[in-house]
């Protein structure tokens, strides 16, 4: 069969054969630590559950709008309105299938051949991919973890060309957990206002930040740049929603109307009755997600202070999401024989850095239980040593 030339461009995800092993290994029986979620292992608050559970029952199961239920577009303007004081409207909303599918779906309206997406490494894997998917040329910036994985100004100028569209923006960032301070994301939007670019802002972990750091939105800082902004977000990170497939994005009312239009196409409307559990997950009390929060912040600390006293590891502390990422250089290992060996000799797992564009890195995830950390840490220290 001849496949499309767009499908052999794209990389298949290098983290799923450690993370099938892992669970063929846990099939087996073995005590496996697993360090590689990528999720919050919490349930569902019960309070979204009922509400999905009710909307069920009251018949919410057809078709809906292809840019979503107009009651969680209203709910969802006005969360951006106060939470992150960005004024859009309900026509500046579109409900997507995950955050995800809102990137996706924003990248394939806005990137055609030859449109260059500058993308600051470590990144999330998916941009690159979803970039490839459209068309368009990632750009890779490498940052360092003495910058605590920051892109510079610098670094941003000097990346753009004549062909650049969109720089991707993720604080707090997945993989490496850092957190750009506001006049951090000042500058940035200076620079995209001047060389009159887009700006994607992937704010999915808004909700997950530590020691007291402030999130700033891009969208908010001015209307010239209000006007460059796509806000993405998504439910499954701060309400523990991964499974339920919600996500947004707001942006130019031009903007997401292309994107209905492609979703009108694509995927229709999301589950209508899920969207009713995020209308609850934004219309109630937040004491669930300051809860999630505070089970984080405990797991943070053990882990930091843990791998911090391990002398062939280090890595910046992380002000937000609930990943730490680990340089490995000192061990000689690349990440993916690091990862291998990590899983093979002490059982446990992790995801090599390569995945994210670094690969003298790991990425260790805290959404796990404290006795699976501590007793993780443990023998992590052991396989290092
Ligand atoms: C988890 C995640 C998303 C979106 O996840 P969905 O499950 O599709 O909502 C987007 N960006 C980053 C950086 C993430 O880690």
Redesign the pocket.
């Known amino acids: 069969m001849k496949l499309a030339a767009r499908v052999s461009q794209v990389t298949p995800s290098l983290t799923l054969a450690i993370a099938a092993k892992a669970k063929a290994m846990k099939a087996e029986g073995i005590d496996v630590c697993s360090f590689s979620a ?1 999720e919050p292992d919490f349930p569902t608050p019960a309070h979204i559950c009922e509400a999905a559970k009710q909307a069920l029952d009251a018949g919410k199961t057809r078709y809906g709008a292809a840019a979503g239920e107009p009651e969680l577009r209203n709910a969802i303007a006005l969360k951006l309105q106060i939470d992150n004081n960005i004024n859009y409207q309900p026509a500046n909303i579109i409900v997507t299938n ?4 809102s ?1 996706f779906n924003t990248i394939l309206a806005l990137i055609e051949h030859g449109d260059e997406v500058i993308i600051p490494a470590p990144y ?1 894997l998916s941009y690159p991919e979803m970039v490839k998917l459209a068309g368009g040329t990632p750009v890779i910036v490498e940052t360092l973890a003495e910058n605590a994985y920051k892109i510079t100004p610098e670094q941003l100028k000097a990346a753009i060309t004549p062909k650049t569209k969109i720089f991707i923006l ?1 604080s707090p960032s ?1 993989p490496t957990g850092t957190v750009y301070t506001p006049e951090e994301i000042r500058t940035i939007a200076e620079i995209i206002v001047d060389r009159d670019l887009l700006v994607i802002s ?1 704010e ?1 972990y808004e909700k997950i930040l530590y020691d007291g750091v402030e999130h700033l939105s891009i969208g908010s800082i001015a209307p010239e740049v209000f006007e460059r902004t796509i806000t993405s977000n ?1 439910f ?2 701060s309400y523990s929603m ?1 499974g339920w ?1 919600l ?1 947004y994005a707001a942006a130019p009312v031009e903007l997401i109307d292309a994107t209905i239009k492609i979703q009108g196409h694509s995927t229709s409307n999301v589950c209508t009755f899920a969207q009713y559990g995020a209308i609850a997950a934004l219309n109630h009390s937040q004491a669930c997600v300051q809860e999630m929060l505070e089970a984080f912040t405990v797991r943070r600390k053990v882990m930091y202070e843990a791998i911090s006293s391990i002398s062939k590891l280090s890595c910046p502390k992380p002000y937000g999401a609930f990943y730490l990422f680990i340089d490995i250089r000192k061990t000689g290992m690349t990440s993916l024989e690091f990862c291998n060996a990590l899983l093979e000799e002490q059982q446990v797992a992790a995801i090599p850095g390569i995945a994210f564009g670094a690969d003298n890195c790991i990425r260790l995830s805290y959404a796990t239980d404290l006795k699976t950390i501590q007793e993780g840490l443990k023998r992590l220290e052991k396989f290092v040593s």
Not at 98 to 101: A, C, I, L, S, W
Request: proline share 0%; aromatic share 6%.
């Open positions: 990528g995950g955050g995800k599918h990137l999330w993720n997945n992937d999915i998504g499954a990170k991964t497939r996500g």
